[in-house]
Nanobody, 125 residues
Framework: VQLVESGGGVVQAGGSLRLSCAAS????????MGWFRQAPGKEREFVAA????????AYADSVKGRFTISRDNAKNTVYLQMNSLKPEDTAVYYC???????????????????WGQGTQVTVSS
C-alpha cells in the first residue's frame, strides 16, 4: 500500500483544513487507517483512527471535538477534517495503515506498517 497525503498549508488560528490521504492497492479497505503528527523537536503522536468500514473512530484527547476522521473506500481515500485549529496543531501530518496487532485501533506507531510522506500544517496565531 502506498499512501500520499495532501491538503496541508498555512491557516490562521480558528481556521479549518481538510487533509486527504490517497492509497494505492486493493487492500486499503481492509485496514484501519490512522493520522499521526510530528511537531518540530517532538515525537510523532497519534491523532485519530478509523476502522476499515468507517463505523468506528478514535481520537487523541487533544483533538477530540475539533477533528473528524472519515474514509471513502470507493475512492481509496481517508480524510482528516480539522476545525478550530490552534497554533499547537502545527506539525507534519502523516497517514498510516494499521498492519499489526489484534485490536482494531492503536495509538502505537509500531502497529502501523505503511506510512505516507507527510503534509505540513502550520497554524499562525
Amino acid at each position: 500500500v502506498q499512501l500520499v497525503e495532501s491538503g496541508g498549508g498555512v491557516v490562521q488560528a480558528g481556521g479549518s483544513l481538510r487533509l486527504s490521504c490517497a492509497a494505492s492497492g486493493r487492500a486499503f479497505s481492509s485496514y484501519t487507517m490512522g493520522w499521526f503528527r510530528q511537531a518540530p523537536g517532538k515525537e510523532r503522536e497519534f491523532v485519530a483512527a478509523i476502522s476499515w468500514s468507517g463505523g468506528s473512530t478514535a481520537y487523541a484527547d487533544s483533538v477530540k471535538g475539533r477533528f473528524t476522521i472519515s474514509r471513502d473506500n470507493a475512492k481509496n481515500t481517508v480524510y482528516l477534517q480539522m476545525n478550530s485549529l490552534k497554533p499547537e496543531d502545527t506539525a507534519v501530518y502523516y497517514c498510516a495503515a494499521k498492519v499489526y496487532g489484534g485490536s482494531w485501533w492503536s495509538p502505537r506507531l509500531t502497529e502501523y506498517g505503511y506510512w505516507g510522506q507527510g503534509t505540513q500544517v502550520t497554524v499562525s496565531s
